[in-house]
């Protein structure tokens, strides 16, 4: 029999403590509110202990690997490198648990109390929370729902025994010989193309025309010539039918160009999207709307029809990303104080962590012309950088979108090494107003990487000292 006990007011309650829900919490505390955050699971949500940063503790991993057997080219030879794949996996799960350490302790210094247990709505302003078959209620003035998302499961690839999500992929303590993904989207190259270069046998099955299908073919081309050095093997156009699996091994069934084929692997990763984490919160029985896809409608300010309470992060529409749910996690808490304050997407960085890397902030040349700006773009490439020369990493470019008639950056794209930070400088053009003009003039130090997204400008311009311009 479930007993509530007691009732506790809060001013802001926070279900869900991923990047989302911990920054709200934590900087709505900063702001003089009482706060209680809940979570079902770890702290840290999918992104800390199951997505981002393990994923990119692997990734990184991988790529030290492969540079120890491939540096021949600097004049290095190793010998005998080998992967210890359970300590592999032992390093990673360090690094996760000094950033949700990190996490936790945050919240406990800034006055959040933090409850592991699963939340439902009774009324707009109140929830219970479940700890096994006890529950306790909690009454708020304000509530920020941060439950985030998980990996979509199709009917014909149930998740268990050798077909895996990227949860199951993340932890697996042996190195495959042959994987089979099915997805060419960034989850699936990401963690596909770690495996290849952990020596795994990869195969991608993409139903669209080209794998990371969100991004233009003049990036993705670099990352397909990469998984082609990588052994990585991509059908595209391919639709999955069905998987049987044994002790042992896993039988895919997929059709391209008309034709039914077969492979048999030792794994089969489906990664072909994720769904929003808001089935089993209460929301229709409260009001709460949502759309045919599960997500809460907001407004500008992520707040739902129900004025109290806010949704942001996965839940709500727009890219599934980390760093847009702790955006939004920041505006909310700030509303909520009763700052002015609303979202503004316009600067949301995209980053792969493939190899090469990709970044995008803004307008990509054709949404430019699309949204009927005469445009004007400036190119630079990794091989003609010093930086990039000096450390054998010369694929790629960096390419700056603007307004032809103002100079206005409207946007970039860079593929290549380093891209997730290099991307960081444009986003900030972007939200700040510049111009080609105003990147130009910035004095970049050298050598560094960063002197391209100055000689992208530079060429839009006209400019180019390091390119010869027609």
Same mark, same amino acid.
């Given at each position: 029999?479930?007993?509530?006990?007691?009732?506790?007011?809060?001013?802001?309650?926070?279900?869900?403590?991923?990047?989302?829900?911990?920054?709200?919490?934590?900087?709505?505390?900063?702001? *003089?509110?009482?706060? +209680?955050?809940?979570?079902?699971?770890?702290?840290?949500?999918?992104?800390?202990?199951?997505?981002?940063?393990?994923?990119?503790?692997?990734?990184?991993?991988?790529?030290?690997?492969?540079?120890?057997?491939?540096?021949?080219?600097?004049?290095?030879?190793?010998?005998?490198?080998?992967?210890?794949?359970?300590?592999?996996?032992? $390093?990673?799960?360090?690094?996760?648990?000094?950033?949700?350490?990190?996490?936790?302790?945050?919240?406990?210094?800034?006055?959040?109390?933090?409850? &592991?247990?699963?939340?439902?709505?009774?009324?707009? =302003?109140?929830?219970?929370?479940?700890?096994?078959?006890?529950? =306790?209620?909690?009454?708020?003035?304000?509530?920020?729902?941060?439950?985030?998302?998980?990996?979509?499961?199709?009917?014909?690839?149930?998740?268990?025994?050798? /077909?895996?999500?990227?949860?199951? !992929?993340?932890?697996?303590?042996?190195?495959?010989?042959?994987?089979?993904?099915?997805?060419?989207?960034?989850?699936? /190259?990401?963690?596909? &193309?770690?495996?290849?270069?952990?020596?795994?046998?990869?195969? #991608?099955?993409?139903?669209?025309?080209?794998?990371?299908?969100?991004?233009?073919?003049?990036?993705?081309? $670099?990352?397909?010539?990469?998984?082609?050095?990588?052994?990585?093997?991509?059908?595209?156009?391919?639709?999955?039918?069905?998987?049987? @699996?044994?002790?042992?091994?896993?039988?895919?069934?997929?059709?391209?160009?008309?034709?039914?084929?077969?492979?048999?692997?030792?794994?089969?990763?489906?990664?072909?999207?994720?769904?929003?984490? %808001?089935?089993?919160?209460?929301?229709?029985?409260? *009001?709460?709307?949502?759309?045919?896809?599960?997500?809460?409608?907001?407004? =500008? @300010?992520?707040? %739902?029809?129900?004025?109290?309470?806010?949704?942001?992060?996965?839940?709500?529409?727009?890219?599934?990303?980390?760093?847009?749910?702790?955006?939004?996690?920041?505006?909310?808490?700030?509303?909520? !104080?009763?700052?002015?304050?609303?979202?503004?997407?316009?600067?949301?960085?995209?980053?792969?962590?493939?190899?090469?890397?990709?970044?995008?902030?803004?307008?990509?040349? %054709?949404?430019?012309?699309?949204?009927?700006?005469?445009?004007? +773009?400036?190119?630079? =490439?990794?091989?003609?950088?010093?930086?990039?020369?000096?450390?054998?990493?010369?694929?790629?470019?960096?390419?700056?979108?603007?307004?032809?008639?103002?100079?206005? #950056?409207?946007?970039?794209?860079?593929?290549?090494?380093?891209?997730?930070?290099?991307?960081?400088?444009?986003?900030?053009? /972007?939200?700040?107003?510049?111009?080609?003009?105003?990147?130009?003039?910035?004095?970049?130090?050298?050598? %560094?990487?960063?002197?391209?997204?100055?000689?992208?400008?530079?060429?839009?311009?006209?400019? *180019?000292?390091?390119?010869?311009?027609?």
């Amino acid at each position: 029999m479930v007993v509530g006990e007691f009732t506790t007011e809060v001013d802001v309650l926070v279900i869900g403590s991923g990047p989302g829900g911990y920054v709200a919490a934590i900087r709505a505390a900063q702001l *003089g509110k009482k706060v +209680t955050i809940v979570d079902k699971a770890e702290i840290g949500g999918v992104c800390l202990n199951r997505g981002c940063i393990p994923s990119k503790a692997l990734i990184s991993a991988a790529h030290r690997y492969q540079e120890m057997n491939h540096s021949q080219d600097m004049g290095i030879t190793a010998e005998g490198a080998k992967v210890d794949f359970q300590k592999v996996q032992a $390093w990673k799960q360090g690094v996760v648990n000094k950033l949700t350490g990190g996490v936790g302790t945050l919240l406990k210094g800034n006055g959040v109390e933090i409850l &592991q247990g699963e939340a439902l709505f009774v009324s707009p =302003n109140e929830v219970r929370v479940y700890q096994g078959n006890e529950f =306790n209620r909690y009454k708020f003035n304000h509530g920020i729902i941060a439950t985030g998302s998980r990996p979509i499961e199709l009917k014909a690839f149930p998740f268990g025994g050798r /077909i895996l999500s990227s949860t199951e !992929a993340l932890a697996l303590e042996e190195i495959p010989q042959s994987m089979v993904v099915i997805g060419g989207g960034y989850i699936g /190259i990401e963690l596909g &193309q770690t495996f290849a270069k952990f020596g795994t046998k990869v195969t #991608v099955l993409e139903g669209a025309d080209q794998i990371l299908p969100l991004f233009e073919n003049e990036i993705v081309r $670099w990352v397909q010539r990469k998984l082609k050095k990588d052994g990585v093997e991509v059908v595209t156009k391919a639709k999955a039918l069905s998987a049987e @699996q044994t002790d042992s091994n896993v039988t895919v069934k997929y059709e391209v160009g008309g034709e039914e084929k077969e492979i048999t692997t030792d794994y089969l990763l489906v990664t072909v999207g994720r769904v929003p984490n %808001t089935d089993e919160l209460g929301l229709e029985e409260v *009001g709460i709307k949502k759309t045919d896809r599960g997500l809460i409608e907001v407004d =500008n @300010q992520s707040r %739902t029809n129900q004025g109290n309470v806010f949704a942001i992060g996965d839940v709500a529409a727009g890219p599934a990303l980390a760093h847009k749910a702790s955006y939004e996690g920041k505006v909310v808490a700030e509303v909520i !104080a009763g700052h002015a304050g609303a979202v503004d997407y316009k600067a949301i960085p995209s980053v792969v962590f493939s190899d090469p890397e990709i970044g995008s902030v803004g307008l990509s040349e %054709t949404e430019a012309k699309q949204q009927g700006y005469t445009v004007t +773009t400036g190119k630079f =490439n990794y091989a003609a950088n010093g930086r990039a020369l000096s450390i054998n990493a010369t694929e790629g470019f960096v390419k700056v979108v603007a307004n032809k008639e103002n100079g206005l #950056v409207l946007g970039a794209q860079i593929v290549g090494p380093g891209a997730s930070d290099l991307i960081a400088e444009l986003g900030l053009a /972007i939200e700040m107003g510049a111009t080609l003009e105003d990147i130009a003039l910035t004095i970049h130090a050298h050598p %560094t990487l960063g002197e391209m997204v100055m000689e992208a400008a530079e060429n839009a311009l006209g400019q *180019g000292v390091h390119t010869l311009m027609k």
